[in-house]
């Protein structure tokens, strides 16, 4: 199993969070696991609307008290 | 990160690409937030962008300090506006436009306006890549969405 990338992007206000997710979209190649860490609330429906539109997959999203993690898995570069 | 990658090399899922034109033509700071925020947003969606920057608009695209003008209606707001974007560390609108054009975004000014305004190529930030017309931008537009602000 691949380990995951971890983007944090907490504390970073919309649209911070998906700019950083699109940064190490750039450096992924098509396999890879990227983890997303955001505080924003925006940040289930941005990636969830970005994985979409890029051809990529939500695999799992956890809301913590202190953060949202989503993760995302690369399936087109 | 300063790798500059033309916003066309990425996608959409199904190949295709999308396209958003921005035309900034408001010189107020509320609305110059918002065209950062949706050019960022879109450059990090994989959507080709570019601003067109006109008439009021040129005056926040001059080399030095960035002017903060609220509009009048809504002018006594502008510290509590300015206090909230700091406490939730929202970046400045030219920071946002800087970062939608890491992932290719254009902004050019508007030769027409800038005429009329007296501002010369060499006065504008160095933020704008060009100085041109509106059939340029029109011709560029096509096909995609577009947003006058």
Known sequence: ?77 | MNDYICGCDYLNGDGTMSKLSIVIFSGTVDKLLSAGVLSQAAAAMGTEVEVFVTFWGLLSFTKGEKKMIMPKEFEAMGPALMEGMKREHVKSWYEMLKEAKEFGAKIYACSMAAGVMNIKREDLDPIVDDMVGAAKFLADAEGGQMLFI
Do not use: H
């Open chain 1, 1 to 77: 199993m691949t380990e995951a990338t971890i983007i944090d992007s907490r504390g970073s206000a919309c649209p911070g969070p998906i700019t950083d997710l699109a940064r190490a979209y750039r450096n992924s190649k098509v396999g890879d696991l990227l983890e997303l860490w955001a505080t924003d609330k925006g940040v289930q429906a941005d990636t969830a609307a970005w994985a979409k539109k890029t051809g990529n997959e939500i695999l799992e999203v956890k809301v913590d008290p202190d953060k949202i993690v989503v993760k995302i898995k690369i399936n087109k570069r």
